[in-house]
Protein backbone atom coordinates (compact mmCIF):
# COMPACT_ATOMS: atom_id res chain seq x y z
CA UNK A 1 0.00 0.00 0.00
CA UNK A 2 0.99 3.56 -0.70
CA UNK A 3 1.93 5.67 1.90
CA UNK A 4 -0.15 8.99 2.16
CA UNK A 5 1.22 12.31 4.07
CA UNK A 6 -1.23 14.74 5.52
CA UNK A 7 -0.79 18.51 4.80
CA UNK A 8 -1.58 21.33 6.88
CA UNK A 9 -1.72 24.79 6.34
CA UNK A 10 -0.02 27.10 9.08
CA UNK A 11 -2.81 28.94 9.40
CA UNK A 12 -5.18 25.30 10.51
CA UNK A 13 -2.33 24.57 12.67
CA UNK A 14 -2.02 28.24 14.63
CA UNK A 15 -5.75 27.51 15.14
CA UNK A 16 -5.42 24.47 16.90
CA UNK A 17 -2.84 26.02 18.90
CA UNK A 18 -4.88 28.63 20.15
CA UNK A 19 -8.04 26.53 20.75
CA UNK A 20 -5.79 24.31 22.69
CA UNK A 21 -4.20 27.25 24.78
CA UNK A 22 -7.91 28.71 25.22
CA UNK A 23 -9.64 25.73 26.80
CA UNK A 24 -6.66 25.01 29.32
CA UNK A 25 -6.49 28.93 30.68
CA UNK A 26 -10.34 29.01 31.54
CA UNK A 27 -10.33 26.57 34.47
CA UNK A 28 -7.30 27.84 35.50
CA UNK A 29 -8.31 30.72 37.57
CA UNK A 30 -6.58 29.20 40.97
CA UNK A 31 -4.36 26.60 42.34
CA UNK A 32 -4.17 25.13 38.66
CA UNK A 33 -0.22 24.26 37.74
CA UNK A 34 -1.00 22.82 34.27
CA UNK A 35 1.59 23.19 31.65
CA UNK A 36 -0.16 24.13 28.71
CA UNK A 37 1.87 22.32 26.03
CA UNK A 38 2.13 23.70 22.30
CA UNK A 39 1.15 21.61 19.56
CA UNK A 40 1.95 23.44 16.81
CA UNK A 41 4.80 21.82 14.42
CA UNK A 42 8.41 22.16 15.88
CA UNK A 43 8.63 23.62 11.86
CA UNK A 44 6.46 26.40 12.46
CA UNK A 45 7.61 28.40 15.83
CA UNK A 46 4.05 29.94 18.08
CA UNK A 47 3.08 33.31 17.93
CA UNK A 48 3.60 35.30 20.71
CA UNK A 49 -0.08 36.43 20.67
CA UNK A 50 -1.37 32.82 21.00
CA UNK A 51 0.66 32.92 24.98
CA UNK A 52 -0.93 35.55 25.51
CA UNK A 53 -3.83 35.73 28.24
CA UNK A 54 -6.71 37.75 27.88
CA UNK A 55 -7.79 40.58 29.91
CA UNK A 56 -10.23 39.62 31.32
CA UNK A 57 -9.62 36.73 32.36
CA UNK A 58 -6.78 38.95 34.63
CA UNK A 59 -9.17 40.99 35.94
CA UNK A 60 -11.55 37.92 36.99
CA UNK A 61 -8.22 35.95 38.77
CA UNK A 62 -9.05 36.94 41.98
CA UNK A 63 -12.54 36.40 41.80
CA UNK A 64 -12.13 32.97 40.62
CA UNK A 65 -9.44 32.47 43.72
CA UNK A 66 -12.45 33.23 46.11
CA UNK A 67 -14.81 31.11 44.35
CA UNK A 68 -12.51 27.97 44.26
CA UNK A 69 -11.56 28.74 47.96
CA UNK A 70 -14.50 29.56 49.71
CA UNK A 71 -12.23 29.59 53.34
CA UNK A 72 -10.49 32.29 52.01
CA UNK A 73 -13.40 34.05 51.37
CA UNK A 74 -14.28 33.45 54.85
CA UNK A 75 -11.20 34.46 56.16
CA UNK A 76 -11.18 37.51 54.13
CA UNK A 77 -14.22 38.86 55.84
CA UNK A 78 -14.06 37.70 59.09
CA UNK A 79 -10.56 39.36 58.90
CA UNK A 80 -12.14 42.59 58.11
CA UNK A 81 -15.11 42.52 60.58
CA UNK A 82 -12.54 41.89 63.46
CA UNK A 83 -10.96 45.11 62.17
CA UNK A 84 -13.70 46.90 62.09
CA UNK A 85 -15.33 45.82 65.31
CA UNK A 86 -11.63 46.47 67.27
CA UNK A 87 -11.42 50.10 65.87
CA UNK A 88 -15.01 51.02 66.73
CA UNK A 89 -15.43 49.22 69.96
CA UNK A 90 -18.01 46.76 68.53
CA UNK A 91 -15.89 44.00 70.03
CA UNK A 92 -13.93 44.12 73.30
CA UNK A 93 -10.73 41.88 73.48
CA UNK A 94 -10.77 38.81 75.95
CA UNK A 95 -7.46 40.89 77.31
CA UNK A 96 -9.27 44.28 77.54
CA UNK A 97 -8.81 46.23 80.71
CA UNK A 98 -11.84 46.59 82.57
CA UNK A 99 -12.01 48.74 86.17
CA UNK A 100 -12.65 46.80 88.73
CA UNK A 101 -15.02 49.05 91.25
CA UNK A 102 -16.39 46.12 92.24
CA UNK A 103 -12.80 45.09 94.61
CA UNK A 104 -11.22 48.72 94.02
CA UNK A 105 -10.32 51.30 97.42
CA UNK A 106 -11.46 54.70 96.35
CA UNK A 107 -11.36 57.51 98.29
CA UNK A 108 -14.24 59.78 98.68
CA UNK A 109 -12.22 62.54 96.69
CA UNK A 110 -10.75 59.85 93.69
CA UNK A 111 -7.58 61.06 94.37
CA UNK A 112 -5.86 57.48 95.48
CA UNK A 113 -7.18 53.66 93.95
CA UNK A 114 -5.80 50.87 95.25
CA UNK A 115 -6.68 47.21 93.68
CA UNK A 116 -6.55 43.76 95.79
CA UNK A 117 -3.06 43.43 94.90
CA UNK A 118 -1.97 46.60 97.10
CA UNK A 119 -0.87 48.73 93.53
CA UNK A 120 -1.90 52.01 94.28
CA UNK A 121 -2.84 55.19 91.62
CA UNK A 122 -2.54 58.51 92.92
CA UNK A 123 -4.58 61.17 90.70
CA UNK A 124 -3.71 65.20 91.16
CA UNK A 125 -6.43 67.54 88.77
CA UNK A 126 -5.71 70.28 86.98
CA UNK A 127 -8.70 71.91 88.89
CA UNK A 128 -11.61 71.28 90.80
CA UNK A 129 -14.32 72.88 87.86
CA UNK A 130 -16.48 70.71 86.00
CA UNK A 131 -15.52 70.47 81.99
CA UNK A 132 -17.77 69.56 79.01
CA UNK A 133 -17.34 68.48 75.94
CA UNK A 134 -19.96 68.48 73.41
CA UNK A 135 -19.65 67.63 69.66
CA UNK A 136 -19.72 64.98 67.45
CA UNK A 137 -17.13 61.29 67.72
CA UNK A 138 -15.24 60.57 65.29
CA UNK A 139 -13.36 58.00 67.12
CA UNK A 140 -13.80 55.80 69.82
CA UNK A 141 -12.13 53.07 71.27
CA UNK A 142 -10.93 51.03 74.17
CA UNK A 143 -7.49 52.12 75.83
CA UNK A 144 -6.09 49.00 77.49
CA UNK A 145 -3.08 50.39 79.36
CA UNK A 146 -2.56 47.51 81.63
CA UNK A 147 -0.34 49.25 83.84
CA UNK A 148 -3.53 52.41 84.25
CA UNK A 149 -6.78 50.31 84.31
CA UNK A 150 -8.07 53.61 85.33
CA UNK A 151 -7.86 54.57 81.71
CA UNK A 152 -10.79 52.93 79.87
CA UNK A 153 -11.40 54.81 76.37
CA UNK A 154 -10.06 57.32 73.84
CA UNK A 155 -13.44 59.31 72.59
CA UNK A 156 -12.78 62.41 69.68
CA UNK A 157 -15.23 64.71 70.11
CA UNK A 158 -15.91 67.30 67.46
CA UNK A 159 -17.25 70.23 66.54
CA UNK A 160 -17.47 72.80 63.46
CA UNK A 161 -15.35 72.08 60.22
CA UNK A 162 -13.23 69.55 62.87
CA UNK A 163 -16.62 67.30 62.76
CA UNK A 164 -17.19 67.45 58.90
CA UNK A 165 -14.74 64.37 57.10
CA UNK A 166 -15.36 66.53 53.55
CA UNK A 167 -13.11 69.63 55.11
CA UNK A 168 -10.99 67.55 57.71
CA UNK A 169 -9.93 64.17 58.15
CA UNK A 170 -8.84 62.98 61.19
CA UNK A 171 -7.20 59.56 63.08
CA UNK A 172 -6.19 58.31 66.14
CA UNK A 173 -2.93 56.06 66.92
CA UNK A 174 -1.16 55.12 70.08
CA UNK A 175 -3.67 57.50 72.38
CA UNK A 176 -2.83 60.52 69.76
CA UNK A 177 -4.79 62.30 67.22
CA UNK A 178 -4.55 63.59 64.01
CA UNK A 179 -5.90 65.92 61.56
CA UNK A 180 -5.53 66.77 58.19
CA UNK A 181 -7.09 69.74 56.03
CA UNK A 182 -6.46 70.99 52.43
CA UNK A 183 -7.89 74.41 53.93
CA UNK A 184 -5.51 77.58 53.24
CA UNK A 185 -6.76 78.10 56.88
CA UNK A 186 -6.87 76.69 60.12
CA UNK A 187 -10.35 74.73 60.59
CA UNK A 188 -12.76 76.50 63.00
CA UNK A 189 -14.23 74.27 65.32
CA UNK A 190 -12.51 72.27 68.21
CA UNK A 191 -11.19 68.57 68.48
CA UNK A 192 -10.65 67.08 71.29
CA UNK A 193 -9.30 63.60 72.30
CA UNK A 194 -10.76 62.63 75.92
CA UNK A 195 -8.86 59.72 78.13
CA UNK A 196 -11.84 58.56 80.03
CA UNK A 197 -11.55 57.94 83.64
CA UNK A 198 -15.06 56.45 84.63
CA UNK A 199 -15.96 57.74 87.94
CA UNK A 200 -18.76 54.67 88.36
CA UNK A 201 -19.32 51.28 87.19
CA UNK A 202 -22.09 52.64 85.50
CA UNK A 203 -20.35 55.83 83.36
CA UNK A 204 -18.15 53.11 82.28
CA UNK A 205 -21.24 50.85 81.04
CA UNK A 206 -22.12 54.26 79.19
CA UNK A 207 -18.82 55.05 77.50
CA UNK A 208 -19.12 51.64 76.19
CA UNK A 209 -22.29 52.59 74.45
CA UNK A 210 -21.05 55.49 72.85
CA UNK A 211 -20.33 54.80 69.03
CA UNK A 212 -18.60 56.48 66.18
CA UNK A 213 -21.26 59.14 64.41
CA UNK A 214 -23.09 59.71 67.90
CA UNK A 215 -23.28 63.31 69.55
CA UNK A 216 -22.09 63.47 73.49
CA UNK A 217 -22.18 65.19 75.96
CA UNK A 218 -19.54 64.10 78.48
CA UNK A 219 -18.54 65.98 81.56
CA UNK A 220 -15.83 65.52 84.07
CA UNK A 221 -12.82 66.90 85.75
CA UNK A 222 -9.96 67.20 84.37
CA UNK A 223 -6.75 65.19 85.47
CA UNK A 224 -3.21 66.46 85.42
CA UNK A 225 -1.29 63.00 85.93
CA UNK A 226 -1.96 59.70 87.39
CA UNK A 227 1.34 57.84 89.59
CA UNK A 228 1.35 54.64 89.91
CA UNK A 229 2.86 53.01 92.93
CA UNK A 230 3.95 49.02 93.86
CA UNK A 231 3.25 47.57 96.71
CA UNK A 232 5.81 48.93 98.57
CA UNK A 233 5.13 52.25 97.49
CA UNK A 234 7.75 52.41 94.69
CA UNK A 235 6.99 54.63 92.37
CA UNK A 236 6.29 52.90 88.83
CA UNK A 237 5.53 55.30 86.15
CA UNK A 238 3.17 58.16 85.33
CA UNK A 239 0.15 59.21 83.16
CA UNK A 240 0.11 62.45 81.79
CA UNK A 241 -1.73 63.81 78.60
CA UNK A 242 0.42 66.23 76.15
CA UNK A 243 -2.48 68.00 74.52
CA UNK A 244 -5.18 65.62 74.67
CA UNK A 245 -7.85 65.32 77.88
CA UNK A 246 -7.50 62.99 80.77
CA UNK A 247 -10.97 63.50 82.34
CA UNK A 248 -12.51 61.90 85.33
CA UNK A 249 -16.28 61.24 83.69
CA UNK A 250 -18.82 61.96 86.31
CA UNK A 251 -21.94 62.11 83.19
CA UNK A 252 -22.27 60.69 79.82
CA UNK A 253 -24.95 61.51 77.11
CA UNK A 254 -25.97 60.51 73.89
CA UNK A 255 -27.88 62.98 72.13
CA UNK A 256 -30.53 62.18 69.49
Same mark, same amino acid.
Given at each position: MGSHALVFSADQLQFRNEH????LIIPGFCYNSTVMENKSSSALP???? @?????????? *??????????? *??? +???ILVGYLLWGFSTGEITLLWT? !?? %?????? /? #?????? =? %? #???? %??WKIRYESK???VFEGL !???? @?? /???????LLSHDILVTTGDFADPAKVRTS =???HRFYWYSDQSNRPKGTINLLHTVPSTEEIYTQLTQIRKGDTVRI??? %? /? *?? +?SRYDQQGDFRGSWADAGCNTLLVTSVEILP
Open positions: HLQRPSAD @SHKTPTHQLL *LLPLGCLIRSP *LLF +IGIT !VP %EFDTWK /I #DSAFTS =V %E #DTNG %ETNNT !VRHT @SP /INERAFP =VSNQGI %E /I *LE +I
